[in-house]
């Protein structure tokens, strides 16, 4: 049991600041006014007066970190998610880009198998299969030999249930509505990206299902006045969200804050699109298959195309508060409440009484001081308990 005393809690869509916060039972069992909510005699305290409490951050997209790779390496799930909470991150979606069907089911494999024991760290919450239905003429950093058209075939075993939680192809392609469709039956979040459709494909999406973009702005046409493409649609279009890289490389910050203007408070989501270099120095690392290289800023393939990020989800967090003049509180829902509404969770994502005690314990600035997973401490930078009953 733990008791934060004099810490300013981030809820949506309030702050409260002289705050409280009581965890018990893995979860958030009062919050309030320090005056409002008592403090159990067994519970360890925290003094946190000057620091911000926060739902910890959900990555709907990460290819990887730490010097491992997803789709290269399935496995390596479960040793990535123990280091994650470093940044906050309290669970994500482990996310596989492009490849081969049998890599798609060797990575459901291990997300089926659970966590190994004793285990301490941020939670797969599913995968995020980004591919192998794109556009070959937006495919990135993806190996156009393993694209394919959308079909039922291809999804064939794609089920939450196995694991798949959200899945990213391009709408524009022959059959892609129908398989939108299919998708969405089986409960099964379906966004768009690596595409080229148009405003007009677009809208067709959204009505067949899609909910979501992929990492707005790359991988699909420029905005542009007289054919304002998927770019506009997304930024336009209630009810449909999207996710974005704000690294200030893979968009510009005046287009981040374009973004936010457009899309604020509930339609953006912070991703990292972050790869297996994420807490590696500068060298050269694997993202599906493809050489990627480093310099410590950016990760391109030897042609100079990006290939995922080097960014931190708390890093984003900060990134968007110096790019738009937003607050920490607006900014922590951007990588907490909105990735949690775009795959429907009930349990984590908010600062409220009854939902899992998944946790960020920041500085005012948006450093990460300590991160909770279900009531338990999994990172704390210092550590965390002054005091132990």
């Not at 909510?37 to 990460?62: F, K, M, N, T």
């Not at 301490?120 to 393993?146: D, T």
């Amino acid at each position: 049991m733990l008791y934060f005393q004099q810490v300013t809690l981030l809820t949506s869509p309030q702050v409260i600041e002289h705050g409280a916060l009581l965890v018990q039972d893995g979860r958030i069992a009062a919050l309030g006014l320090v005056e409002s909510v008592a403090r159990p005699p067994q519970a360890a305290l925290v003094q946190a007066e000057g620091l911000s409490l926060a739902a910890g951050y959900i990555d709907l997209q990460i290819n990887g970190a730490f010097g491992r790779d997803f789709t290269a390496s399935p496995e390596s799930i479960y040793a990535v998610a123990a280091e994650l909470p470093r940044y906050g991150v309290t669970s994500f979606l482990p996310t596989v880009i492009t490849s081969p069907p049998a890599v798609v089911q060797a990575v459901m494999e291990v997300w089926k198998g659970g966590a190994p024991k004793g285990f301490r760290g941020a939670i797969p919450l599913g995968l995020h299969l980004e591919g192998p239905m794109i556009n070959p003429q937006k495919k990135g950093a993806h190996n156009p030999a393993f694209i394919r058209p959308p079909s039922l075939d291809v999804i064939a075993g794609w089920l939450p249930e196995n694991g798949v939680r959200l899945v990213t192809l391009a709408p524009e392609l022959p059959q892609a509505l129908e398989v939108i469709h299919c998708l969405r039956q089986r409960g099964v979040v379906v966004s768009a990206g690596h595409t080229l459709a148009s405003y007009d494909q677009a809208i067709q999406a959204f009505a067949a299902g899609v909910t979501w973009g992929t990492h707005l702005f790359n991988a699909m046409p420029s905005l542009d006045h007289r054919a304002p493409g998927i770019a506009a649609a997304l930024l336009q279009q209630a009810g449909v969200g999207m996710g974005m890289i704000v690294d200030g490389i893979h968009v510009h910050p005046a287009m981040v804050d374009l973004a936010w203007k457009a899309k604020q408070p509930a339609g953006l989501s912070l991703v990292t699109d972050a790869m297996a270099a994420l807490g590696m120095p500068a060298g050269v690392y694997c993202l599906g298959g493809y050489d990627v290289v480093v310099d410590g800023a950016s990760a391109r393939l030897t042609d100079g195309t990006l290939a995922g990020s080097l960014l931190s989800m708390d890093a984003a967090v900060r990134n968007l508060m110096a790019f738009t003049g937003c607050t920490l509180a607006q900014a922590a829902a951007c990588a907490a409440g909105n990735p949690a509404s775009v795959l429907g969770l009930t349990t984590t994502g908010q600062l409220k009484v009854g939902l899992d005690a998944d946790l960020v314990l920041l500085t005012n600035t948006g450093q990460v001081l300590a991160t909770l997973v279900k009531g338990q401490v999994v990172y704390s930078n210092p550590p965390l308990l002054e005091e132990m009953p």
